[in-house]
């Protein structure tokens, strides 16, 4: 059985995210179960440029600093232009959630290929509205993915950092009796 076990916490900014980032690399949180998106916005006040380097992803930009920290870190990097939302970056394990949704042709009613890769992942609809709104209004999303114990100890250093939200997404575990 699989368990899909997250928490998702929503910053106002870039650095609130990466202060949260880095909490939770110093409490030990294994960083390859992170996932980060947030929006690539005000590009045209800014040169930015993306480049593959190997295995990482290269950025410059407004917040080329922040997301270059994020590629060598995290496991796996994306840029996706998503309609309704814009240019969004994405860093962590999310990545193959929404390539997986994409390659299948997902389609999850009224929702965005990052929707689709939160709600592949497990995350309620409801929930995945609300991140791709907060996405919209230039909001970073900090996910952690694990075992039930692992997101619980995530989420209590989360809340800590003072996100404007953090919700606990646990599997569901169906039990089947045998007789």
Known sequence: MSERNAVVAVYGTHIEA?????????????????????????????????????????????TGAFWGGFWGLLFGSAFFAIPGIGSVLVAGPLVAWIVGALEGAVVVGGLSAIGAGLYGMGIPKDSVVQYEAALKTDK????????????????????????????????????????
Request: glycine residues 8%; negative net charge; aromatic residues 6%.
């Open 140 to 179: 970073f999303l900090l996910m952690v993915h694990g075992t039930a114990a692992e997101v619980e100890k995530a989420r209590d250093i989360i809340e800590s950092t003072r996100p404007v939200t953090v919700a606990l997404h646990a599997a569901e575990v169906v039990a089947t009796a045998t007789r």
């Open 18 to 62: 990466e202060g949260a980032v880095k909490e939770l690399q110093r409490a030990g949180i294994d960083m390859q179960t992170l996932s980060i998106v947030g929006k690539d916005s005000h590009t045209d006040e800014h040169v930015v440029g993306y480049y593959n380097a190997g295995d990482r992803m290269k950025y410059w930009g407004k």
